[in-house]
């Protein structure tokens, strides 16, 4: 070997040397940087990894009747969910053919959780049933980001459905999301009902679980022993004036029919029946929705989406008479010694009809007998000597023309005209005393709400004290009464006892020995009520009955509005007695009555004048 | 004459260190919590591993009695041997993870390509010690050499054991550079690898490449028709990788030469792996999370971590200190072999020592550069660590030669 080569093994030995350590620093350098420099990003990156935060939803709260009766309960359902980053296409056959899906199907649902998010679990299957879901997390081993999600759906455990009080739950919008930090898209809350209005209430915290997975997603337990964990807070349950067997009389009574019917304690406004015909299930609207469902309810002609108890306006009637008294006394254009003679007319510039000849009417006989012509007469003097203003204000204080501050959204305001009203309706000046006469028997420009008519009535019963419809009483949690329903405090200062006692009278009267008689004339109770017709220029008249018991004592007041049905003594007040009947005995006794009503075709010749 | 006086006991140790570094890792990797989602067979891989710890240390032990020219003796007929398996298993060979690089006798499975890269380092060795010097002048001695080594390459290769192939072309620059190859020109071999991994990552940092290259080549062999050569290369390299992944290649085969740039391009397919070994190396931190306590090991997110990811159960459990200490190991281990290279007199035991650290560099470099998300990953052993018989096998048996060669390298020279 000579030197020459020696020299170059020398620095070939350097150079390999040379090589061996910079892999050496490359590495050891890459490792500094990873595990020293870039550790707080890997560190919680690998804790991620082998991580799950699962929301864990809150039990909703409950919704109770007043005496306990659960109404809206929940019940779990099973969503199946997965990451498309995890899931291996492969496996659509197999998935399939567990969810009894075509492969098609859950094809283009997969491709559609990969449009929403590829990291992200989301809902692939909403609302399994237990078998399948079970078939599922048996064979969860083979299916790599497949997952589930325990959620609850409303259940509705009596038979009542009350679809209008409790309304429905759905997915909220994106406006809702943004709004508040209590959702997560997908989630749902209440759209409609209690179930809006009391949102806040029933729907409790979201919880928070740290799950630990391995890489297929499969959860391996809890971690640190559920340290992190935040528990769901359960929402707050709602009790509700209701009375469930009354709800369901009520419901029963109304099957086929058109309108709305309020019952509440006129004492405090709770309600304890509130119906609104049609209606639609609920529980077809629970979790996961049934859109064949939805698609017909809402393109159905006779809108059963729609409350008709506290949005159907329509002119109140002849059950709109003993407030004209009322008002009448008070504004001192009749006394009650004051009689009008009825010939089967009044006539003021033209002839307004009478339902009969009723002959020397004072107040008493003109509201048992309903005379119009007396009611023409004493809306002309109000009209004509007071000003329409002054009637309009005093119409207002008994809950017609605004809305009564329900708890449920959406309720109807009512009209009961003023002068303004006219003005923009016919032009100033362009309206007379002709236009006002109407208002006197409650037809014309007047409209008022099942649930209107019912705090109207509850008034008259109560003395005049002002009250709020409600339907719920309390909200509370396991430790507290968060929400108690408050009363108003003030009354109607303007009226007096003589003057209702005279309009009670005259409204035990109608039952007695009025229009009402032969439905509302029970023996277990001594009802006072008046029926109404509210005429309807496109068809059939709209049938009213309003009514409170007992007599002396009122506890509940009931408003009917049974529309397109004619008469109101033959349509409303058989329904509004009905379920006095049953509130005030415990049950049905005229099972005639009920059968009669339950088959109930409105005739144009029955009934009798009101 | 003290044996043990003689005996190259550093890189005893150092082997021996990687190999018990190793045995833990797969212990973890197999027998930890994991083995709940492992299959039976592969939980069996520690025990298994164990045993050809113990056939392989009774191996070399074994080789030290034995003439250190026996090696240069049987060279041929080994290489030959070699190839004829080789061939035989492309035929009669079982297929593993795609691999048809298995044979097996009597339910027992051994990897031949493993055997051929020790046969490689001897046949060139033998070949190369029997020649005069490479120079400039005279390239033919170069290019027979060169293609004792492409033959086998290319054999690997059709048994579509990518990355054990790697290993033996990557032998060809290291050990013509040895025996006397110019610099420049050795350069000029290494030149693609350099250019096209920098291509990769962005056609300038390429061209940047070739041009540094280049301008080396020029400066150290100052030859313009090499530098010219060296040039067009170049370019022509820089070009043909950017049309390579922009027009020829399929997505897919673009994901996973990508992966290891963006592993975010396709993050469930190739940077898969990528983001996860990453994952758990980083979250090992200085000190690691512990014997059998990492997330990324025991929750099943790496990918083969008994033998390709093993570096990263190692990051993971025994954090930067371990992972370093492991990297310790080998500059040892290698550093050893060639400064024994150096000090030894005769060429074929100088060339089989640069020949066995050139393949644990490249070995160590590939695996290591795969797990930190450095290179494509491309799946090969790390020698010693991962699991894996014939690898232990045929890696000790070069240990145990390059021992052999080190221990009697005063009585070698003498047959020179």
């Known amino acids: 070997m000579n030197s020459f080569q020696r020299e170059r093994n020398r620095t070939s030995i350097r150079v390999l040397i040379g090589i061996v350590l910079l892999v050496g620093m490359i590495i050891v350098g890459r490792l500094y940087q990873l595990q020293v420099l870039e550790y707080d990003t890997y560190g919680p990156l690998s804790r991620e990894n082998s991580l799950r935060q699962e929301s864990v939803h809150p039990a909703r709260g409950l919704i109770l009747d007043k005496n306990g009766n659960l109404i809206a309960d929940n019940e779990p359902v099973y969503t199946i969910t997965i990451t498309p980053a995890n899931f291996d296409k492969k496996k659509i056959p197999l998935l399939a053919q567990l969810l009894n899906f075509s492969v098609d199907e859950l094809e283009v649902l997969v491709k559609k959780a990969q449009k929403y998010s590829w990291q992200r679990s989301s809902k692939l299957i909403p609302e399994v049933n237990f078998e399948v879901f079970s078939k599922v997390e048996e064979h969860i081993w083979e299916l790599p980001g497949i997952g589930h999600q325990i959620e609850s759906k409303r259940v509705y455990p009596t038979s009542i459905k009350a679809s209008h009080?409790?309304?429905?739950?759905?997915?909220?919008?994106?406006?809702?999301?943004?709004?508040?930090?209590?959702?997560?898209?997908?989630?749902?809350?209440?759209?409609?009902?209690?179930?809006?209005?009391?949102?806040?209430?029933?729907?409790?915290?979201?919880?928070?679980?740290?799950?630990?997975?391995?890489?297929?997603?499969?959860?391996?337990?809890?971690?640190?022993?559920?340290?992190?964990?935040?528990?769901?807070?359960?929402?707050?349950?709602?009790?509700?004036?209701?009375?469930?067997?009354?709800?369901?009389?009520?419901?029963?009574?109304?099957?086929?029919?058109?309108?709305?019917?309020?019952?509440?304690?006129?004492?405090?406004?709770?309600?304890?029946?509130?119906?609104?015909?049609?209606?639609?299930?609920?529980?077809?609207?629970?979790?996961?929705?049934?859109?064949?469902?939805?698609?017909?309810?809402?393109?159905?002609?006779?809108?059963?989406?729609?409350?008709?108890?506290?949005?159907?306006?329509?002119?109140?009637?002849?059950?709109?008479?003993?407030?004209?008294?009322?008002?009448?006394?008070?504004?001192?254009?009749?006394?009650?010694?004051?009689?009008?003679?009825?010939?089967?007319?009044?006539?003021?510039?033209?002839?307004?009809?009478?339902?009969?000849?009723?002959?020397?009417?004072?107040?008493?006989?003109?509201?048992?007998?309903?005379?119009?012509?007396?009611?023409?007469?004493?809306?002309?003097?109000?009209?004509?000597?007071?000003?329409?203003?002054?009637?309009?204000?005093?119409?207002?204080?008994?809950?017609?023309?605004?809305?009564?501050?329900?708890?449920?959204?959406?309720?109807?305001?009512?009209?009961?005209?003023?002068?303004?009203?006219?003005?923009?309706?016919?032009?100033?000046?362009?309206?007379?005393?002709?236009?006002?006469?109407?208002?006197?028997?409650?037809?014309?420009?007047?409209?008022?709400?099942?649930?209107?008519?019912?705090?109207?009535?509850?008034?008259?019963?109560?003395?005049?004290?002002?009250?709020?419809?409600?339907?719920?009483?309390?909200?509370?949690?396991?430790?507290?009464?968060?929400?108690?329903?408050?009363?108003?405090?003030?009354?109607?200062?303007?009226?007096?006892?003589?003057?209702?006692?005279?309009?009670?009278?005259?409204?035990?009267?109608?039952?007695?020995?009025?229009?009402?008689?032969?439905?509302?004339?029970?023996?277990?109770?001594?009802?006072?009520?008046?029926?109404?017709?509210?005429?309807?220029?496109?068809?059939?008249?709209?049938?009213?009955?309003?009514?409170?018991?007992?007599?002396?004592?009122?506890?509940?007041?009931?408003?009917?509005?049974?529309?397109?049905?004619?008469?109101?003594?033959?349509?409303?007040?058989?329904?509004?007695?009905?379920?006095?009947?049953?509130?005030?005995?415990?049950?049905?006794?005229?099972?005639?009555?009920?059968?009669?009503?339950?088959?109930?075709?409105?005739?144009?010749?029955?009934?009798?004048?009101? | 004459m003290n044996w043990y006086k003689n005996f190259d006991w550093l890189t005893f140790f150092s082997w021996m260190g990687l190999t018990v570094m190793g045995l833990f890792s797969i212990y973890s990797a197999t027998q930890g919590p994991v083995s709940e989602f492992l299959p039976a067979f592969i939980q069996q891989n520690f025990w298994k591993q164990l045993i050809w710890v113990g056939a392989s240390l009774f191996m070399v032990i074994a080789l030290q009695f034995t003439a250190p020219r026996t090696f240069s003796q049987v060279a041929y007929f080994f290489y030959a041997f070699c190839i004829t398996l080789t061939i035989g298993t492309l035929f009669l060979g079982v297929e593993v993870n795609g691999a048809k690089s298995w044979i097996e006798i009597a339910g027992f499975r051994f990897q031949v390509s493993e055997l051929m890269k020790v046969s490689t380092v001897l046949a060139v060795s033998s070949y190369l010690s029997s020649r005069r010097n490479i120079s400039m002048e005279r390239l033919g001695s170069a290019l027979s050499a060169a293609s004792l080594i492409i033959i086998p390459g290319v054999l690997v290769l059709l048994q579509n054991d990518t990355g054990t192939a790697l290993v033996i072309f990557a032998l060809t620059p290291f050990l013509l550079f040895w025996s006397g190859l110019p610099y420049g020109i050795s350069l000029f071999i290494v030149s693609p690898a350099l250019i096209g991994y920098f291509s990769v990552i962005g056609w300038y940092w390429g061209l940047l490449t070739a041009f540094i290259i280049t301008l080396m080549i020029f400066v150290i062999q100052k030859r313009v028709w090499l530098t010219i050569t060296s040039a067009i290369t170049g370019l022509i390299l820089v070009g043909g990788v950017n049309i390579a992944l922009t027009k020829v290649l399929q997505p897919h085969q673009i994901a996973r030469i990508e992966a290891f740039v963006n592993p975010s391009f396709d993050p469930k397919g190739w940077g898969w792996n990528v983001i996860q070994a990453k994952t758990a190396i980083g979250s090992g931190g200085l000190t690691g999370k512990g014997f059998m306590q990492g997330t990324q090991t025991q929750l099943r997110f790496l990918p083969e971590q008994w033998t390709d990811f093993i570096f990263c159960v190692i990051g993971e459990e025994f954090g930067f200190i371990g992972s370093v200490f492991v990297v310790f190991l080998f500059m040892v281990l290698l550093i050893r072999l060639i400064y024994g290279a150096g000090q030894h007199k005769h060429p074929f035991a100088q060339s089989v020592l640069v020949g066995v650290s050139s393949i644990f560099l490249i070995h160590l470099l590939i695996n290591t550069g795969s797990a930190l998300g450095l290179l494509p990953v491309i799946g090969i052993p790390l020698p010693f660590v991962s699991y894996g018989g014939s690898a232990f096998l045929s890696n000790s048996l070069m240990i145990g030669i390059s021992l052999n060669l080190l221990l009697y390298r005063r009585e070698f020279t003498m047959y020179i």
């Not at chain 1, 959860?219 to 369901?248: E, F, H, M, R």
């Not at chain 1, 509004?576 to 010749?605: C, Q």
């Open chain 1, 165 to 610: 009080i409790l309304g429905y739950l759905r997915e909220i919008s994106e406006q809702q999301y943004q709004r508040s930090n209590r959702y997560r898209l997908g989630d749902k809350a209440g759209t409609t009902g209690i179930e809006n209005r009391y949102e806040e209430y029933l729907r409790g915290e979201l919880g928070t679980r740290f799950v630990r997975i391995n890489a297929y997603g499969q959860a391996l337990g809890t971690y640190d022993n559920g340290g992190l964990d935040v528990s769901p807070s359960s929402g707050a349950n709602i009790k509700t004036g209701l009375d469930v067997d009354l709800q369901k009389l009520a419901e029963e009574l109304m099957v086929n029919k058109t309108g709305g019917i309020v019952a509440m304690d006129p004492r405090t406004g709770a309600i304890r029946a509130m119906v609104s015909a049609p209606d639609y299930d609920l529980s077809k609207l629970a979790g996961k929705i049934d859109n064949e469902y939805w698609a017909q309810i809402n393109s159905d002609s006779t809108k059963p989406l729609f409350n008709r108890a506290i949005t159907a306006m329509q002119p109140p009637g002849s059950t709109f008479k003993p407030l004209m008294a009322l008002i009448g006394l008070k504004l001192g254009v009749i006394t009650p010694k004051t009689t009008v003679y009825c010939n089967g007319a009044y006539v003021k510039g033209r002839e307004y009809k009478c339902t009969g000849r009723h002959g020397e009417q004072d107040l008493a006989h003109a509201i048992q007998n309903s005379c119009n012509t007396y009611f023409f007469s004493l809306m002309n003097k109000i009209g004509t000597q007071e000003g329409l203003n002054a009637w309009t204000k005093l119409v207002n204080d008994f809950a017609l023309g605004h809305s009564t501050g329900i708890d449920l959204p959406n309720e109807a305001r009512g009209i009961v005209p003023d002068s303004a009203y006219f003005d923009r309706a016919f032009g100033k000046n362009k309206w007379g005393i002709g236009d006002v006469i109407n208002l006197g028997v409650g037809q014309g420009a007047i409209g008022a709400t099942p649930l209107q008519m019912a705090t109207m009535v509850s008034m008259i019963a109560n003395g005049g004290h002002k009250i709020k419809p409600h339907l719920v009483e309390s909200v509370y949690n396991a430790t507290d009464t968060v929400y108690k329903a408050q009363a108003l405090t003030d009354s109607v200062t303007w009226t007096n006892k003589e003057a209702l006692d005279l309009v009670r009278a005259g409204m035990r009267k109608v039952v007695t020995d009025g229009s009402a008689r032969w439905y509302a004339n029970i023996k277990y109770v001594e009802i006072a009520g008046k029926t109404g017709t509210a005429q309807n220029p496109h068809g059939r008249d709209h049938a009213w009955f309003v009514c409170y018991a007992p007599i002396d004592n009122p506890q509940l007041a009931v408003a009917v509005l049974v529309e397109n049905a004619g008469f109101g003594s033959t349509s409303a007040a058989p329904i509004a007695s009905l379920l006095m009947e049953k509130y005030f005995s415990g049950k049905v006794n005229r099972t005639w009555v009920y059968d009669r009503m339950i088959h109930f075709v409105p005739k144009d010749e029955d009934g009798v004048a009101e």
